[in-house]
């Protein structure tokens, strides 16, 4: 059974917003049916829209005339409402996204996206997913990975193996290359290469460091 989903478009572009509207409207949504409820060029017809009823959906470029976009975001979370925002912008510097997700936006993708990315990060807003465009690196917060523990964030961040992360505990604890290498069953050798790794990974240059960033990031 299709899940109707509401949605609004905002983009200061009428053409790019009408674009969306056919493309959303005649695309399989596969367990969702989309319906544009709404397409607003500025501010002012947002504050319409969203006077009389709030979408599950909603597709807002935050640089609309006579509004400010993540403003329109926060005071939509702080309501909250349960609509969620999927932000269209022409820009990828990781501080707009980074703004985009500290004001409450659940998605964050770029104008020159494809058609199938767009259906894709409709598709997983509206399974109740964060989404990140193909190609984006936000600056980490906890609400760009939704469901993952902070110890796999703080992998993916570093880009840190499994291994790795298994001897930063052990060097937050203080252990040495030969107790680390006996609790893991490996040499010495290469415990002390993986430490190495980790620490180029990290951007320090002592254990202390990686001590000091293990007991900060609560890996022991």
């Known amino acids: 059974m299709h ?30 049916s989309y319906h544009i409820k709404g397409v607003a ?21 935050p640089d ?11 005071s939509i979370k702080q309501s909250g409402s349960k609509t969620r925002i999927l932000i269209l912008n022409g820009s990828g510097d990781p501080l707009q996204i980074q703004a985009a997700f500290r004001a409450g936006a ?14 894709q990060a409709v598709g997983a807003l509206a399974e109740g997913k964060t989404y990140v465009g193909h190609g984006l690196m936000p600056l980490a917060t906890p609400q760009f990975t939704d469901g993952l523990t902070p ?16 001897i930063l505990r052990l060097v937050g604890e203080a252990l040495t290359n030969k107790e680390i290498a006996d609790r893991l069953f490996i040499s ?7 430490r190495k790794n980790i620490m180029r990974k990290l951007g320090v240059n002592s254990t202390g460091a990686l001590i000091k960033i293990a007991f900060e990031n609560h890996l022991v």
Not at 27 to 32: A, L, P, T, V, W
Not at 188 to 194: F, L, M, P, S
């Open 151 to 166: 110890e796999v964030r703080f992998a993916e961040k570093y880009q840190l193996t499994k291994r790795e992360m298994e």
């Open 41 to 61: 060029i500025n501010g002012s017809q947002v504050a319409e829209y969203l006077g009389s009823s709030l979408p599950d959906l909603f597709l807002l470029d």
């Open 3 to 32: 899940r109707h989903i509401d949605i609004l478009v905002a983009d200061h572009n009428p053409i790019f917003a009408e674009g969306i509207r056919s493309l959303l409207t005649n695309s399989n949504g596969g367990d969702f």
């Open 188 to 194: 010495d050798q290469t415990a002390g290469v993986h």
């Open 106 to 119: 659940d998605g964050y993708m770029l104008k020159s996206g494809t058609r199938d990315e767009l259906l």
């Open 64 to 74: 609309l005339p006579d509004a400010e976009g993540f403003k329109i975001v926060a």
